[in-house]
């Protein structure tokens, strides 16, 4: 049992990435809020904002980030990995009180 335990372990651990454009107006600190299972890494215009390595339930507004989005086009880049069942991740864009922007758009590049 043993065996065939870790090998079903072994074959649910899997990466995934998703990619957006973030559309700003002007240059703004921002917060990145995000709840994630199992672990993450996130980029900000291939700057690495965060790296995480254990297991985490997926929380609402778990970690918060702090970051400046550039005037312009940004690009988000998410890995999630899996470690047991079950995976994804939630992210919103807030200022340091947790208010969303309404002037900030996204698309898929």
Known sequence: M????????LAQRRDGYALTV????SE????FRIGYDDYVTIW???DKLLETTGGSPCIYDDVAIDAV???GQ???????GNIEPGWGFLIRITDAN???FGDVSYASP
């Open 2 to 9: 043993l065996a065939r335990s870790k090998a079903s372990y």
């Open 22 to 25: 973030i559309d700003s107006p």
């Open 28 to 31: 703004r600190e921002v917060q």
């Open 44 to 46: 900000l215009n291939g």
């Open 69 to 71: 989005l550039q005037p």
């Open 74 to 80: 940004n690009r988000l880049l998410v890995k999630i």
């Open 98 to 100: 947790g208010v969303a």
